[in-house]
């Protein structure tokens, strides 16, 4: 009973490292693209 009990918290608590590993891959994404649009378009605007 235990055992499976056991089991069931593992997949529970593997799941939940799975969503957040997502989510902060996702922020990191989000602000590489904030920062690689901001510096073109910044760079752009002062060289013209």
Excluded: C, P
Aim: glycine letters at 8%; charged letters at 30%; aromatic letters at 10%.
């Amino acid at each position: 009973m235990t055992n499976e009990r056991e089991k069931e918290e593992k997949a529970a608590l593997h799941g939940l490292l799975d969503q957040i590993q997502v989510q902060v891959r996702h922020q990191k994404l989000g602000l590489v693209r904030k920062w690689s649009y901001f510096d073109f378009f910044g760079d752009g605007m002062l060289v013209s």
